[in-house]
């Protein structure tokens, strides 16, 4: 029981870095992680890797703290950790009312069923209007929607968003967002969903 309270207390201290660091957090140790991996493309990190994507991303844990995760993560005991599984062990899935609501945004661009959307397809419809930056004068409209397409992992880098990397996007997002209800109204004001 000793090592289970060591594996909870870690990821809560490892989720509370992250919290501070803001929405994009998850998405940028993602980001890392795949970096490290492009040598095979396996989605899979060792043990130096993992520390040091973590320590990249601003996670400041001892030795110990990195080795009672990288141990926890690593289901199969074969030396790595799927970093995928890894992302979703800390942010958690959304709650079904939240997924809902990601897929009908998705399937709302993706008429033809084919498992992706093209950027162009989204341009006419989602809402920069609101972004915090926008409002302040920092950005335009233009430039926050180039960061929104940023922010997707566009793992083939065709300029296409698979069903994939838009649920892994809207994950990180619904991590970050406590409430159900404020949610909703932001993909309902993004995406013009009824």
């Not at 080795?67 to 992302?87: A, I, N, P, S």
């Not at 498992?115 to 809402?127: E, I, P, W």
């Not at 967002?177 to 932001?186: A, E, K, R, S, T």
Request: proline share 1%; aromatic share 12%.
């Amino acid at each position: 029981m000793q090592g289970q309270r060591g594996v909870v207390e870690v990821l809560a201290s490892l989720r509370q870095q992250l919290e501070k660091r803001g929405s994009k957090s998850i998405r940028e140790l993602g980001r890392t992680f795949r970096a490290l991996d492009s040598f095979d493309g396996n989605k899979k990190v060792d043990r130096q890797e993992f520390a040091v994507g973590l320590r990249e991303n601003g996670v400041n844990l001892s030795a110990q703290e990195y080795g009672v995760l990288f141990d926890y993560f690593d289901k199969d005991r074969d030396g790595t950790v799927c970093f995928d599984e890894f992302l979703v062990g800390i942010r958690g899935k959304p709650n079904q009312r939240r997924q809902a609501l990601i897929d009908k945004a998705f399937l709302k661009f993706d008429k033809d069923g084919n498992g992706y959307v093209d950027a162009a397809d989204l341009r006419g419809t989602y809402n920069c209007r609101f972004h915090p930056k926008v409002q302040s004068g920092q950005m335009t409209e233009a430039q926050a929607f180039a960061e929104f397409l940023g922010s997707f992992n566009d793992r083939n880098r065709d300029g296409k968003i698979t069903k994939d990397e838009w649920d892994e996007y809207y994950a990180a997002v619904s991590s970050s967002v406590d409430n159900d209800d404020h949610f909703v109204q932001l993909m309902k004001t993004a995406w013009k969903l009824d």
